[in-house]
């Protein structure tokens, strides 16, 4: 077992110079481990924009390089759902979790859906927009039962059934990424009808199903 630097890195990602920090946070992001988690989430709602930066890509890198969305999500949920925490950075908060398109994140932002405060409900329901690449108003009964009927379908299906959604904007951006997951962009273009666009959905749905075809008859690996 390798040497753990992040102790060694952690004092400068929280208490040095702005160019420091930058480095450290990102070294931080770059070596993985829970004990980047508590400087990254700091660094997310730091003053300085720099710091903000570094420490949203810091913090995507720990979710979907090294798998620590659970760790991620429990000091932004306590931001979150905190009544006394002020309302910027709940709003922050919110925001930072749409950023991370990560569906484990959904019955949080419900959670606070369901709010009191019109600032963050509107903020909760565009980050999940984001996340979904749904069109559903800004409504917590309509999102519950979105939730429902597809909590059990991989994020990849929410963005093949969203290629034929009315918006233009967001028939692109589902496509985006779905571009940047696969490499394949089946065709799609901007310029397409919401018509054409069920012809993009229907190769891309194609795929998918290849896909999992394959995950069921893979051979099991060794032991």
Do not use: Y
């Amino acid at each position: 077992m390798g040497f753990n630097l992040s102790p060694l890195i952690i004092p400068t990602a929280i208490g040095a110079g702005s160019e420091q920090r930058w480095w450290a946070l990102l070294l931080l992001a770059e070596i993985g481990g829970k004990d980047a988690v508590e400087p990254i989430v700091r660094g997310l709602f730091d003053d300085d924009p720099l710091i903000r930066k570094a420490s949203r890509s810091g913090a995507r890198m720990l979710i979907g390089v090294h798998g620590l969305a659970r760790a991620m999500a429990e000091p932004l949920q306590k931001v979150l759902l905190h009544e006394r925490e002020s309302m910027e950075r709940r709003v922050a908060a919110v925001e930072i979790i749409g950023e991370f398109r990560d569906a484990r994140f959904v019955p949080v932002l419900l959670q606070t859906l369901a709010s009191s405060h019109a600032s963050l409900r509107a903020a909760s329901a565009a980050a999940l927009r984001t996340l979904s690449r749904q069109e559903l108003p800004d409504d917590a009964e309509a999102w519950n039962n979105w939730w429902s009927a597809n909590k059990n379908c991989p994020r990849v299906q929410w963005l093949i059934d969203a290629i034929s959604a009315e918006s233009a904007s967001v028939r692109e951006s589902a496509s985006r990424e779905l571009t940047e997951i696969c490499g394949d962009d089946f065709g799609f273009s901007s310029e397409l009808s919401r018509d054409e666009s069920l012809q993009v959905q229907s190769r891309a749905l194609q795929w998918w199903q290849s896909m999992e075809r394959n995950r069921e008859t893979d051979p099991p690996e060794p032991r």
